[in-house]
């Protein structure tokens, strides 16, 4: 998944920093400051790599969400959890024994303007999207694309954001997982407009 390479990436990054200036002799405080520095560049206005680690990120998707938008019964018990790089997630097994994951992230970085997420979209379908062949979704933000990385993703630009809200379905080994495309796309843009309103 993106968010794992970008996360391997990063600690890649940082440890590559790190050896370089303990090597070259560079005094504690030297090299922390060049190692913000090189974390600033890359996490930078145009990157978005990485995670916004907003510390609201539960409060604008709730298990009240879930709940509704996959109309489950309340005996169906949920789990939830917010890492430490401001990932929800909640988590849950149907009758059918099917397992569902539903991820709210955003990019990382504050509010950008409408020329930054530009440019940033086009970079991401460039790079992270191009073998995913997103599809446009209509009626979400200000744009939205759907695509099949980690299992089913919605990403979404509004009011200055980027942010995703992915759909995985695992089943037992030898299942066949379902194909409902349409359904997850009609899900997540439920549970991203939700999102957006309390932004």
Known sequence: MKTIQVKLKTLILLVLVSFIFISCGND???GQKDLKKQMDELEDDNSFAGSSKRDDICKLLTKKDILSTFELSEE???KQSADRNAICSYKWQ???????TVMLNFASGGKRTKSQIDKAWKKQNKSVYK????QNVSDVGDRASWSGLGGGQLRVAADGYIFYVSHSVMVMPGEEKPKDTQG????TSTLAKQVIERM
Not at 94 to 100: A, V
Not at 131 to 134: G, L
Not at 184 to 187: A, S
């Open 28 to 30: 504690k405080k030297e």
């Open 76 to 78: 169906i018990e949920i």
């Open 94 to 100: 149907t009758m059918d024994e099917k397992y569902n």
């Open 131 to 134: 073998k995913h062949k997103p």
């Open 184 to 187: 997850m796309i009609d899900k």
